[in-house]
């Protein structure tokens, strides 16, 4: 049966753990395996801006032995004038996988619905799923283990991150913890998953309302944009009601020692996080940068073994 990655808990414990060993194998020998050997072109469409997506897309299939087909949706008929079922049912016939970065969780669900090849979220209102790989892979290449380890996420616990934390952290056994202010906390449903997510592999959900807390004793400290794509007329209202949430050095002391401190990028310095931590010794953010490339590669062949 396709198998798809249109939300971080599509993957058991078992496939994420089997992914993260297989993106450390290709970290290694990057030239490994060649699942798309002919070559069979990838389609990769973007509805929102992008630079490590489509680029460690972009790559990670040539790597493979493909073809990168790279959409921008201001230039196909997807968007309004063709539905996400209409257009799969077009690719499906020529490429291998598609990779769409978008804005309703509901357009993945329905060209995942729809297709006979596999469907990966790019990135979505709701989640991004890709990047949470590349951080699991990031703290495992730091820390060993993922199970039993606390990371806080601070700031717009509505976000994609953040909802995307909730579902991988406790898929991988962490203890995820969420600090955000009142009308930013992530949905009760993400949440409701998480928790029963967290009752079957030993990790833990927890909510914070204030950010001091909220680090204490925690292992990886990790913030995201307060603005995410699609909510830049809320600017300045999100810039006053999270600046308590800022990941700053006086913060980042509160956690462990040798706590990571991670970031999707892109960052806007000086708000969710000072440069000082971002440049600092215990960010490990370009490391989570480039595991995106290893990452969706292993996700890849994995997704194309299934089907
Ligand atoms: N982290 C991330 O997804 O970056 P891009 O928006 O540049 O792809
Ligand atoms: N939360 C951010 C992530 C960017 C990679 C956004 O959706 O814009």
């Known amino acids: 049966m ?10 058991s414990q078992a496939e994420q753990s089997a992914i993260l060993d297989l993106a450390l194998e290709l970290k290694k020998d990057r030239f490994a395996v060649t699942p798309l050997a002919g ?14 997506t489509r680029v460690s897309f972009a790559v990670g299939i040539a790597d493979l032995g493909g073809v990168p087909l790279i959409i921008s949706t201001a230039n196909s008929q997807l968007g309004g004038k063709e539905t ?19 804005y309703a969780q509901s357009g993945l669900e329905e060209m995942a619905a729809g297709t006979t090849v596999p469907v990966i979220n790019a ?27 606390t990371v806080t996420f601070l700031g717009d616990g509505a976000c994609n991150m953040a909802q995307s934390y909730l579902l991988a952290g406790t898929t991988a056994g962490m203890h995820v913890r969420i600090a ?3 009308g ?30 909220s680090v204490v004793g925690a292992d990886v400290v990790v913030t995201d944009t307060w603005v995410s794509m699609g909510r830049e007329s809320e600017k300045a209202e999100r810039l006053t009601r999270l600046n308590a949430y800022q990941v700053n050095a006086e913060l980042l002391a509160r956690a462990k020692p040798d706590a990571l401190f991670l970031h999707c990028l892109p960052a806007d310095r000086g708000f969710e996080v000072t440069a000082e931590v971002l440049d600092g010794p215990q960010s490990v953010i370009w490391d989570e940068a480039e595991n995106r490339l290893h990452a969706q590669k292993a996700l890849l062949v994995w997704l194309l073994h299934q089907a």
């Not at 396709?2 to 993957?11: F, Y």
């Not at 070559?39 to 490590?52: M, N, W």
């Not at 979505?124 to 820390?143: K, M, Y």
């Open 184 to 213: 930013y906390e992530p949905a009760d449903a993400v949440v409701a998953d998480a928790t029963r997510r967290a009752q079957a592999t030993g990790g833990s959900v927890t909510l914070f309302a204030e950010p001091a807390e």
């Open 39 to 52: 070559p069979q072109t990838v389609a990769v469409i973007f509805d929102k801006s992008s630079t490590r």
């Open 180 to 182: 955000a202010p009142a």
């Open 123 to 149: 990135l979505s209102d709701d989640f991004h799923p890709c990047q949470l790989l590349a951080d699991l892979l990031t703290i495992r290449e730091h820390r060993g283990a993922l199970a039993g380890l």
């Open 84 to 102: 996400a079922t209409d257009t799969a049912r077009v690719l499906e016939r020529q490429v291998a996988a598609i990779a769409w970065r978008t």
């Open 2 to 11: 396709t198998r798809h990655l249109l939300r971080d808990d599509d993957l």
